[in-house]
């Protein structure tokens, strides 16, 4: 049976490529399962998450469509392409948000090229 390969693999494995290249070992090509996300569940992520590395990122949703703020910088539209992901192509950011308990949309997880983090909800 072929599985389904997550959107956010991408940025792993262009990560694993640069280590390859650059003489280090590779890091771990594993995407966590996350919680469901459509444009109806938008509301429930909005707020800020202090992402390590990154600072303070501010999620709001406006009529069914989501963005993301890191400090007082440019508002970004991010995009659902499925998996229980965002996309956030000014940044080439990947958001998911943890299926794990307890509560849904309290942790989150940064995937990019450049830093892979975990978030906790501010607010």
């Known amino acids: 049976m072929r599985e389904r390969v997550t959107a956010g693999l991408r940025p792993l494995l262009s990560r694993a490529l640069i280590d390859i290249m650059e003489g280090r070992p590779p890091g771990p090509l594993e995407v ?7 444009a109806d ?5 909005s707020g800020t998450f202090r992402v390590d590395g990154v600072g303070v990122v501010t999620l709001a949703a406006r009529e069914r469509r989501a963005y993301l703020r890191i400090g007082d910088g440019i508002e ?8 229980g992901q965002l ?18 949309f309290q942790r989150l997880t940064w995937l ?9 909800r501010a607010r």
């Not at 966590?32 to 459509?38: E, S, T, V």
């Not at 569940?41 to 992520?45: D, P, S």
């Not at 970004?76 to 998996?83: I, Q, R, V």
């Open 32 to 38: 966590p399962p996350f919680a469901g996300l459509d």
């Open 76 to 83: 970004y539209p991010a995009f659902l392409p499925g998996d």
């Open 41 to 45: 569940a938008l509301a429930a992520i």
């Open 87 to 104: 996309y956030v192509p000014g940044l080439d950011v990947w958001l998911g948000f943890p299926a794990a308990p307890p509560a849904p």
């Open 112 to 120: 990019s090229i450049f830093h892979v983090a975990q978030g906790e």
